[in-house]
Each structure stands twice: as C-alpha cells, then as structure tokens.
C-alpha cells in the first residue's frame, strides 16, 4: 500500500533513554514533517524536511534531532528522555511546498510513553 | 500570530447534519483543511479548499468559507455513528510552512 509508515506504533521507555522513531513515505513526496500531539489532543509542528534539508525548526528542545537519510525517511532521534516527551508524535508528507501539492498525509503516529 | 478556535465538542443524533465550526485569524491562510482522528488512530485527511473559493462539496461534505470573518464550517450530512471522532481544523498560511492545528471538536453520534 502507498502510505506514510512509522515504526515502532508504541513505545515504553525508562527516563533518560534515547530513543528513534522511523517514518517512511512511498508516496514520491519531497517534504515530510514531524508533529507532536499531547496528552489534550493538541497538534503542534516540529519538524520538517524538503528535499532531506530541514527547512522548519520550530522551539523543540535540542534533545531532538530529527534526520533524514533521503527523502522517503525522516527520523526523530531523541536523547535523554523526559516525562514530559510522553506524547503521540506524527510523521506527515506531503508532494512539495507549494500550491495545491503542499497537502499533508499522515502517518499512524507513535505513541511514546515515558516512566 | 496565527491562532486556530473550534468549538471542543458536538453532540448529534444519527441521520442529523453535523456542523463543526472552525475560525482563524491569519488572512494570509492559504489552504484550510479538515482531518479526522478516530480513537488511537491517526490523521485523515477528510478535504481542504483553498482560500479563493467559498465552498466545497464532497458527497456528505460540504465545506463553507467565509474569508471576510474568517470562519470555516464542515458539513457533515446524514451523520452515521461511523463518524464519531476528533475532527481538526488546520490551515497553512504559505509555500513551506506546516500546518497550524485548532484544538479539534470531538463528535458524539448517538444512535
């Protein structure tokens, strides 16, 4: 199926780990992003890649390093883990950056519990 | 700054319309989109319309632009239990920016 895959769907970790989550798109599509959704539903941007380089780098604690190997895969690396990273984040694609191309399909988020 | 309202919740019966109302406050907005989120899922992209038009029609969807007030309504015709989850408004305000989320309208159809 075309889609934007990530792995792992959920995630059960210790304070202080680090910790990736992997997101693929075979979709063709240039540009992909990370968004953080918290525990009130709340969806915010942090990330995102066109062309592999980063072009939106919203106030994300350094913790956080996303990369992106080419441009089907964006990953979000993330050091030293805190309760307060305990969310489901999404990965989002979409053809390009402008015009009709720039709509976003999501991935089925990863749900990342920190204890 | 950009900022994005919905109302939090709706309750409807099903076979009744549903109305979700949205509002923003960036003019500059460029494509409005509405995506559903049922239970544990992810996102899916229900329909967008861009800023130029007033509304758009998908089978049970209908969505209304008003750009003067700056308010966005989905339409939701013959709702079905099938419906029932988060739906978010979200808007992007140019080429290369991410989208700006509201907080999302959970919907309760009771049959």
């Known amino acids: 199926d075309t889609a934007v895959s990530q792995t792992p769907k959920y995630l059960v970790t210790q304070m202080g780990n680090d910790k990736s989550i992997k997101c693929e798109q075979n979709?063709?599509?240039?540009?992909m992003y990370w968004y953080k959704q918290d525990s009130k539903k709340f969806l915010k941007i942090m990330f995102s890649?066109?062309?592999?380089?980063?072009?939106i780098n919203e106030t994300v604690p350094n913790r956080f390093s996303p990369k992106s190997p080419d441009k089907a895969h964006l990953n979000l690396h993330i050091n030293s883990l805190e309760l307060g990273d305990s969310a489901v984040y999404f990965c989002a694609s979409s053809q390009s950056l402008a015009g009709d191309k720039e709509t976003q399909y999501f991935g089925p988020g990863t749900r990342l519990l920190v204890l | 700054g950009e900022d994005v309202e919905q109302s939090l919740f709706l309750s409807v019966r099903e076979g009744d319309s549903s109305v979700i109302n949205c509002t923003y406050t960036?003019?500059?907005?460029?494509?409005l989109y509405w995506y559903k989120q049922e239970p544990g899922a992810g996102l899916q992209l229900l329909t967008y319309?861009?800023?130029?038009?007033d509304m758009k029609q998908d089978q049970r969807l209908t969505v209304l632009l008003n750009k003067k007030d700056k308010h966005l309504s989905l339409r939701i015709a013959d709702t079905q239990t099938g419906d029932s989850a988060i739906y978010f408004c979200?808007?992007?305000?140019?080429?290369?920016?991410?989208?700006?989320f509201g907080k999302g309208t959970t919907l309760s159809v009771s049959s």
């Open positions: 319309i861009f800023s130029n038009m």
């Open positions: 979200a808007e992007t305000i140019g080429a290369g920016t991410a989208l700006i």
């Open positions: 890649y066109n062309n592999k380089e980063l072009i």
């Open positions: 979709l063709g599509h240039d540009t």
């Open positions: 960036d003019s500059s907005s460029t494509y």
